[in-house]
């Protein structure tokens, strides 16, 4: 079976201090990553997906396939960084449907 | 180019009521996908379409719960009869092809059950 675990709910960080949010999956075969954002009143949107290997809004995410981890990092926040992120994981074999973690909200401070 | 559009926003019914959510994806899009959201849990797949065909309903929860997509273009979910469990935030989604694995969201139905 195929799961994501985000284990932090809440990442609450000063503006210019770094952020990293915590991603662990599990899955058979050959898994696609992803990272998701909701920004407050906007629908849920792709922030970069592990293929692309890019950087989007200065966020970077780098699959370990050893760790089984895409954890998803941002050098210095800005207060429009502040969202809920959700981490996800879809696979060819699974129909491309997305399993979602928990997601984690991110609040950051001025 | 519109994006993925839902309707109703905002649903407010009581138990044992019925209640049609319907979603219009991206044009040209083959693949549509429901997704929900229960308070306090993550967002759950429920159903694939491929143009009018279930590709996969391994996630509908239960036989309360019927889609459909007519001619391969907007899709319905119908919940017959509500329960108050079946309340959250119900997530349609498009994608082009399974080689462009990008699924663009709609705004999400809200849903609440009294």
């Known amino acids: 079976a195929q799961r994501v675990t985000q284990p932090e709910k809440l990442l609450s960080v000063f503006k210019g201090a770094p952020v990293e949010l915590k991603c662990n999956y599990s899955y058979s075969g050959s898994p696609e990553l992803f990272w998701y954002v909701q920004y407050s009143r906007q629908r849920l949107q792709l922030l970069l997906r592990h293929i692309s290997r890019e950087s989007i809004k200065g966020f970077t995410a780098d699959l370990n396939k050893g760790e089984t981890s895409f954890h998803l990092k941002k050098p210095f926040a800005q207060e429009e960084d502040s969202a809920m992120y959700y981490c996800a994981l879809s696979g060819k074999a699974a129909g491309n449907k997305l399993t979602f973690g928990g997601g984690t909200r991110v609040l950051v401070k001025p | 180019e519109a994006g993925v559009t839902q309707f109703p926003s905002h649903s407010v019914i009581e138990k044992g009521q019925t209640v049609t959510l319907r979603c219009d994806p991206i044009?040209?899009?083959?693949?549509l996908y429901w997704y929900r959201r229960v308070m306090g849990k993550e967002i759950k797949f429920l159903l694939h379409f491929v143009k009018e065909s279930k590709q996969d309903e391994s996630g509908m929860p239960n036989n309360r719960f019927l889609a459909e997509r007519t001619g391969g273009t907007y899709s319905t979910l119908k919940v017959q009869p509500a329960e108050l469990e079946d309340s959250g935030v119900y997530f349609c989604?498009?994608?082009?092809?399974?080689?462009?694995?990008?699924?663009?969201f709609g705004p999400g139905t809200r849903l609440t059950v009294l």
């Open positions: 044009s040209g899009h083959d693949n």
């Open positions: 989604a498009s994608s082009q092809d399974l080689v462009r694995l990008e699924q663009f």
